[in-house]
């Protein structure tokens, strides 16, 4: 169990120490991030969603359809959660709110996913891991990007039709079209030629180790500070989540592996697109910066006694 965890564990944390690392020592700016944050959300993790869906088979998809689904309640359900205490307790405006909401309920499933799955329940669950980011893709990001664009429009150059115009930018967002992409292939049985195999591979490859680098990198630009805004945001993430997706899939009396892999993806701690979404709109994100850190900390202990814990779910 112990070789388990540390081979699960201390490569997510090697690599976020070196993106940690490299910020504070200036070896890289983490400040100015926009290029590092285009390559990751606009090339590298487009490619990898593609790539992992266009793959897969129909009859693979169907079975995934359970953890879709309780992936996506649960997410959703935090995500109002976090959103409603962000705007009615700590007063935040939408957008803010939108990204802190986003930190807490989509996991950092790109890039931990898929070696925490391998090593601790089957090499064969990455398609399981692609479900969860297309579940956060398709859903918690549009949502996301949906209150990011909550601004007014102005009578002499607002938009007509602000919401279309919304959901069309959503759309276009590559996080959202690549695996909406990839799936409507799969769904159509097109195979993908090897030759494109090869080429989303080699970019999609990339993924792990440069979103780490990056969540590490953006977390070290950040004063750390514990209050109990960012503990319980980090509690909410790291202990709640898992705890809700366990129970719905009593309730919903899934199999006992998917009930394993949706409570072990539950416990993920926190992702960093709700943070890229925000630098892209140019919003503050020393709230998330620390949420992210908190829960990548907090993560250690619940993690392990998650994986501790899996045998008997």
Known sequence: MLHTI??????????????????KRRR??????????SLLMRFALPCSLFLTTATASLGM????LPLFVLLVLSMLLLFGL???????LWRQKPPLAAV????????????????????????TESLAVAVAIIAGSVIISPLTLLLLQDKPATAAGGERWPLLTALVNILRNPVVLAPLAGTLLALLQWPLPDYLRAAFSLMGVAVGGLALF???????????????????????K????????YGLALLLALPHEVTQAVVLLAAIPSGFFGILFG???????????????CSTILGTPTLMLTIALLPAL
């Open 28 to 37: 890289v700016d983490n400040v100015h991030i926009e290029s590092l944050n």
């Open 6 to 23: 540390l081979l699960s564990l201390l490569p997510m944390f090697f690599v976020l120490g070196l993106g940690f690392y490299a910020g």
């Open 100 to 123: 802190q909401a986003c930190t807490v309920a989509l996991p950092n499933y790109a890039a931990v996913g898929i070696p925490l799955l391998a090593t601790v329940i089957s090499p």
């Open 82 to 88: 976090s959103y409603g205490l962000e705007r009615l």
């Open 61 to 64: 998809l169907q079975q995934q």
């Open 214 to 236: 990056v969540t590490g990198l953006l977390v070290s630009a950040q004063p750390f500070r514990l209050d109990w805004h960012i503990l319980l945001s980090a509690v909410l």
């Open 238 to 245: 790291n202990v709640v989540h898992p705890v809700l997706v």
């Open 279 to 293: 630098v892209n709109q140019r919003l503050p994100y020393a709230l998330s910066g620390a949420t992210l850190l």
